[in-house]
């Protein structure tokens, strides 16, 4: 299973080094999504990280920057679902229902959520009694293209294992509470742990 790391939707101090810390014990994938930031803020991030592995993140908004930056892909939503002309990177795009699953299931991937109880968005979750996913994976519907989302973290992991989805996608269970540079080693740490499911 892949393992897919989503940013807090807020900055903070430090970020970027631990991003770069994290592509260099193998994060292959980095969702970069701040909802409420502009172009110049995205861009300052960005900046930070070294272009060598700008090749390993996708873009949640300002979609003209994964062009700019020559970014890995875009993820669409509902703030964001039209692609960029001319985009050549890998597309994917959340979905919150198996239908929606189906619809979209031309993009590279898809992100299903909320799985399980949300560890970041308090009251978010459980969206998906569990008999009601090992059919839609018995079906088909879930399937190598289907990233799990949605308290995702080393006691759900294993619940979902003999499912068929392509891996799971991570926020609270990695970056915690209050993540911040002095807090680097316990979010390696973490990341470590989830990556054994990979």
Not at 65 to 79: K, M, P, T, V
Not at 87 to 97: P, Q, T
Not at 160 to 174: Q, T
């Amino acid at each position: 299973m892949k393992l897919i790391v989503i940013t807090t939707p807020y900055f903070f101090e430090g970020e970027s080094r631990i991003i770069s810390r994290l592509f260099r014990e193998g994060m292959e994938r980095l969702h970069l999504r701040k909802p409420q930031s502009n172009m110049d803020e995205l861009r300052m991030l960005l900046d930070a990280i070294p272009s060598e592995y700008h090749s390993r993140i996708v873009l949640h908004d300002h979609f003209e920057l994964a062009i700019e930056y020559q970014l890995a892909g875009i993820h669409l939503n509902s703030r964001n679902h039209t692609r960029p002309e001319g985009f050549k990177g890998s597309i994917s795009r959340s979905c919150h229902s198996l239908e929606e699953v189906q619809e979209n299931s031309e993009l590279d991937y898809v992100f299903l959520s909320p799985l399980f109880q949300s560890i970041s968005k308090e009251g978010y979750g459980c969206g998906f009694p569990i008999e009601v996913l090992h059919k839609a994976s018995s079906d088909g519907i879930i399937n190598q293209k289907v990233i799990a989302l949605g308290g995702m973290d080393n006691t759900t992991i294993p619940l979902i294992e003999p499912l068929n989805f392509g891996g799971v996608a991570v926020l609270g269970a990695l970056w915690g509470d209050n993540p911040s540079e002095k807090e680097t080693g316990s979010i390696i740490e973490r990341y470590k742990q989830l990556n054994i499911w990979r």
